[in-house]
């Protein structure tokens, strides 16, 4: 009877133990690893919201680790899309994207929507908004209509759900790992966990 009673406390305290590591390391496993777009890389995808609160508080220690970001690493931002809302902000993203200006309006995009309160949300507001930052209303309406962007909004829902995104922030390393804030516990904390994971994957 002392052996079981031990051999079950044991067993206790390896649970313990085994949930309290998974609690401080600030990241989980996915369950199902998916294959990176760059296997010479460490794939960092990041998931996010314009209308996100927490995106855009996270976007100033996002922006300051993309300053210092190692050859070996290649970083993907990716809009979420868990409604027709989302959808339409990832859109603009998108349209960025096409037009090569990701890195020109991004924080505006945030700005924008979290601080001016404009909801950005309709062809008519987003056509403005380009065209107050110098692009050519025709560009715009090629980009907003082609078929690239078309395709992208068509797999954002997808790609979320593979990766198993639930909110945002989020970001995957490598396809293996997934941090947050809940579970890295603040947004310098992230950085951290993905500097961490970064360094773990380089290494292999």
Excluded at 63 to 72: D, F, H, I, M
Aim: aromatic content about 12%; hydrophobic content about 45%; glycine content about 6%.
């Amino acid at each position: 009877m002392l052996k079981k009673i031990a051999q079950a406390s044991l067993l206790t305290l390896l649970l313990f133990c085994s949930h309290s590591y998974a609690e401080t390391t600030g990241y989980e496993t996915l369950s199902a690893p998916q294959p990176t777009q760059h296997t010479d890389k460490v794939e960092v995808i990041e998931f996010f919201w314009y209308g996100c609160p927490h995106c855009y508080a996270f976007e100033p220690e996002l922006a300051k680790w993309l300053k210092k970001l190692p050859k070996n690493v290649e970083f993907i931002r990716q809009p979420a899309v868990f409604n027709e809302l989302w959808g339409k902000h990832a859109k603009a993203y998108f349209v960025a994207e096409a037009l090569g200006i990701v890195d020109k309006v991004h924080s505006d995009l945030f700005d924008a929507i979290q601080n001016k309160k404009q909801k950005l949300d309709t062809e008519e507001e987003l056509a403005n908004f380009f065209t107050a930052h110098g692009v050519d209303a025709a560009q715009f309406k090629e980009a907003y209509t082609s078929f690239g962007v078309a395709t992208k909004m068509s797999k954002a829902a997808a790609i979320a759900a593979r990766y198993g995104i639930t909110g945002v922030p989020a970001v995957i390393i490598n396809g293996k790992y997934l941090t947050n804030g809940p579970l890295a516990g603040s947004h310098e904390k992230m950085i951290e966990v993905m500097d961490a994971l970064i360094k773990q994957e380089s290494a292999k």
